[in-house]
């Protein structure tokens, strides 16, 4: 099975292929009426990652005029998620929509078995003629809900608690950051990494040692909503990650969410039509693209800082690159060139943080 630091690297060096022009191969052959089905890794009602698929899929069963199945629970081994697709490809299915990186094997084998049924993965790392993989710039809006932590903090102390220090979840630390200094360059981040994606007892322990430290707003990317209940509990400011976390929490101001669907409908709608592109090196989606988005923004958001979020909001929409150049790390080291941005092979990799980022 890929383990997760193959994941990045495989697609750091995927990002590096793709931006080298590397073109999609022919298109799949159209598959008729559209019958997707859903293989989840976690509970359809975690609060997180697989929830937020689950809820677009019932969003396309609205919008397409379909029934779609779903499987929940169905861990990363091939013993587990060959049987549940199989049996919805047996039962009719000809798209399988998949939703964590330790499918990305597995799916790939099905794509060759069963050529003309389209397998969709997000957070995969395989893809083929009829298999793609996605995942969303989460930075852009991590850094959009930056900005509210900045425009809220008193302390100027912001916190984050985060699962591993990978690409995709450094990339999220730095972007915070940058955001909270877009309104307050005085703004410092300590953030904590728990060394799992979902774990309340260790995100609860992160989120009061920094809330001891003084932190006033606290951020996340792992896949529980721990830390913005602590929040509350402390009389704090919190942002979400995966999904609109202020359902569980007063003390949420701003999420990072998934919004699978605004990617998914035209996916599907093409597949149908046989319009379905190949991505060799898998699709890399932006908040226009419908990877993520930002729900925003709580009661204690001003009006002038919302707006002041929405009009970035607009500018990353239509094209700015929130690494763009010049930019440091924390040691002085230049990341990024004045006008230049930082490539997707290096945001894959990348294991630094910009300055004001502190602790591990």
């Known amino acids: 099975m890929t383990t997760f630091r193959t994941f990045f690297r495989l697609m750091a060096a995927s990002a590096i292929l793709a931006a080298q022009g590397v ?32 809820e677009a899929r019932g969003k396309l069963e609205e919008e397409l005029d379909l029934r779609i199945p779903m499987a929940e629970e169905v861990p990363e081994s091939a013993t587990a998620i ?9 039962r009719g299915a000809n798209i399988i929509l998949g939703s964590a990186f330790g499918y990305s094997d597995t799916f790939k084998e099905l794509s060759e078995q069963y050529p003309d049924v389209v397998f969709i993965n997000p957070a995969g790392t395989t893809n083929g003629d009829n298999l793609k ?23 100027n102390k912001l916190g984050f608690v985060a699962a591993n220090p990978f690409g995709l979840v450094n990339w999220t630390v730095n972007a915070y950051l940058m955001g909270a200094r877009q309104v307050n360059p005085d703004a410092e ?22 809330i001891e430290q003084g932190v006033d707003v606290i951020g996340q990317h792992d896949d529980t909503p721990t830390v913005q ?32 669907d605004k990617f998914l409908k035209p996916e599907i709608e093409k597949i149908a039509a046989g319009e379905f592109e190949p991505a060799p090196y898998g699709a890399f989606l932006s908040i226009a693209e419908g990877g993520t988005d930002i729900a925003c923004c709580g009661p204690a958001v001003s009006e002038e800082l919302e707006a002041q979020v929405m009009a970035e909001r607009d ?6 690159h929130v690494f763009a150049g010049p930019l440091s790390d924390r040691d002085g080291t230049e990341r990024v060139a004045e006008g230049e941005v930082l490539g997707d092979g290096d945001l894959w990799g ?10 591990q």
């Open 315 to 320: 500018a990353i929409i239509n094209g700015k």
């Open 189 to 210: 981040l300590t953030v904590v990494f728990t060394g799992a994606w979902a774990d309340p007892v260790k995100e609860r322990a992160a989120a009061e040692a920094l």
């Open 350 to 359: 990348m294991d630094w943080f910009v300055d004001g980022v502190s602790g």
């Open 229 to 260: 209940i602590v929040a509350a509990e402390k009389g704090i400011y919190g942002t979400g990650h995966h999904r609109d976390l202020s359902e569980f929490s007063e003390a949420t101001q701003c999420s990072s969410i998934w919004t699978w």
């Open 133 to 155: 993989s996605v995942y969303g710039r989460t930075y852009e809006s991590q850094y959009l809900c930056g900005m509210v932590a900045g425009g809220l903090t008193e302390s």
């Open 82 to 90: 060959r049987p549940a697709a199989e049996l919805f490809i047996e």
């Open 23 to 54: 073109t999609a191969q022919a298109e799949f052959a159209a598959v008729g009426n559209p019958s997707p089905a859903v293989i989840l890794f976690g509970q359809s009602d975690d609060g997180g990652w697989s929830q937020s698929i689950d």
